[in-house]
């Protein structure tokens, strides 16, 4: 039979000495005091995104942050992007329309061409239909590519668009339309080309002439 005088003696229970350096066990933690650049004042941490105290968010990777005006060097390479793709329609639609105009011409100017009477009217109608066409279809690339999406080929590799200064958003299809026909004229000769180019680099944003002229700007998207 178990004996209660037989279980060994036990100490009463005490306060529990206090910790080396510290408050005693068991009491509640004290908050650390707050650090600058640790979290928001009073311990709680910024929101998703933010930085110290509210501050815009830091650009990631060494990348600008997104909505800051794309510096020339990078723009400069989306444009070079854009010309080929640019070019590269022009001489598609030129090579089809020719040979279509050829062709037609063949068979509806033959004998003026053979008798040496009429000129070969169905051929030239042809031939500038096709030059027209050509520039009119690099011209809509350069148009709806902005004016949809803000963004062409060349910007969308190096993660640029192109905003309205007003709203920040694509410009639209009249600003666009703006935007491609001064930007197409002034690619046309070396002089328009070095005047645009001369506008972007005096322009704090790097706003170039076509810019100005339909009040956008390129900024960094990604």
Request: aromatic share 8%.
């Amino acid at each position: 039979m178990y004996d209660p005088g037989s279980a060994p003696h036990r100490p009463a229970a005490g306060p529990v000495p206090p910790a080396p350096g510290g408050a005693p066990a068991g009491a509640p933690a004290t908050p650390a005091p707050f650090s600058p650049g640790l979290g928001a004042p009073g311990g709680a941490a910024p929101p998703f995104g933010a930085g110290p105290f509210g501050a815009p968010p830091p650009a990631a990777h060494g990348r600008p942050a997104p909505g800051t005006p794309l510096a020339l060097g990078p723009r400069f390479g989306a444009l070079l992007v854009d010309v080929v793709v640019y070019n590269a329609i022009v001489v598609v639609v030129y090579v089809v329309g020719m040979l279509l105009s050829t062709f037609t011409g063949l068979a509806v100017d033959y004998e003026a061409m053979n008798g040496g009477g009429a000129p070969p009217t169905a051929f030239m109608v042809g031939a500038i239909t096709t030059i027209t066409l050509a520039f009119t279809a690099a011209w809509c690339y350069v148009w709806l590519t902005h004016a949809l999406g803000g963004r062409s080929l060349g910007k969308l590799l190096i993660g640029a668009r192109v905003v309205s200064t007003d709203t920040g958003r694509p410009p639209g299809k009249g600003r666009a339309a703006a935007r491609a026909a001064v930007q197409v004229l002034l690619g046309y000769t070396l002089l328009g080309a070095l005047i645009d180019l001369a506008f972007a680099a005096r322009d704090p944003r790097h706003r170039s002439l076509h810019d100005r002229a339909a009040r956008t700007v390129v900024v960094h998207h990604r």
